[in-house]
């Protein structure tokens, strides 16, 4: 396990995986240095909101600086009095449609952004960098569950491809500089604090303000639905077991110190499953709107996590039935619905 003394950088801080993440480690005593550029790809006050809910909590133990990391002079000199021990990497532009217009940011944040993640780890010489991957890696596969075993070279949207370079750099500076570094691809992470891009937001914000939900394929969609503590649970878990750099063959088929794992649930849930459930939860019917399917979206993902459990020990353990009411009750909060 990572000492308690030893500090991490936290990128996204502000985000939905990352504020999660930084409040685990503070949890355990760890010092966060948490950067994000607070971004208003979705709105800038619940990103302010999480922040502020992770510095009320913990303080003197969280240094925040906000930063775009794609600025490589700027974040030299913001991280120049700094000192820390690892990187958990999770900043990225995010979202598969946005990167059919914007393709640029994703170019910015998730290419260049990534790169000086990366070179600020070999110039600090960390003792481990975790990362965000996508299971949107695995683009139109149709091989189920998808396992990191598998070929991931054709990618439906630049979004899936940005983060498969990012897993080919990763390589590349394992290879050249070793670098202990783990790469994770999550696979649809839903819960309190969420993202309003995300399809869970959505539907609970339409359903509860009477409104129909826009229903993608009509309706015939899977998804690997994982909870936020299961997935935070994760990520320690892979941060206190970097990739030894002993020539053996790691999860994703490296024999470099760099790793890649599914972090996901296990469990590929029919996307009218998941609409019954929000109903129960909301108290609602449900008004669909059924749609064709969107340019650069699959119809199922579905997570092979077992090199995750073998090698960490994860075992997710929140199904839909359970986590989407908690994502409710903590919306109608935030919302000011009851």
Partial sequence: ????????????????????????????????IGIDSMNDYYPVALKEARRDRVMERF???????????????ALDVALEPHRFDAIVHLGAQPGVRYSLENPQAYVASNLAGHVNMLEIARARQVGHMVYASSSSVYGGNEKLPFAVED????????????????????????HLFRIPLTGLRFFTVYGPWGRPDMAMWKFTERMLTGRPIDVYNHGEMHRDFTYIDDIVGGVLACLDRPPADDGQQKAGGSVKP?????????????????????????????????????????????????????DTGYVPSTPIEVGVPRFVDWYRGYAGIR
């Fill in 258 to 310: 760099h790793a890649l794992y599914n972090i996901g649930n296990h469990r590929s849930e029919h996307l009218m499953r998941l609409i019954e459930v929000l109903e129960e939860a909301c108290g609602v019917k449900a008004e669909l709107n059924f749609l064709p399917m969107q340019p650069g979206d699959v119809t199922t993902t579905y997570a092979d996590i077992e090199a995750l459990t073998r």
């Fill in 1 to 32: 396990m990572v000492s308690k003394s030893q500090t991490i950088i936290v990128t996204g801080a502000a985000g939905f995986i990352g504020a999660a993440v930084a409040e685990a480690l503070m949890s355990r005593g760890h010092p966060v």
């Fill in 59 to 73: 303080g003197n133990l969280f240094t925040f600086l906000r930063l775009d990391f794609s600025d490589m002079a």
């Fill in 151 to 174: 070929r991931a070279d054709h990618p439906v949207s630049l979004y899936a491809a940005t983060k498969k370079a990012d897993e080919l750099m990763s390589e590349t500076y394992a």
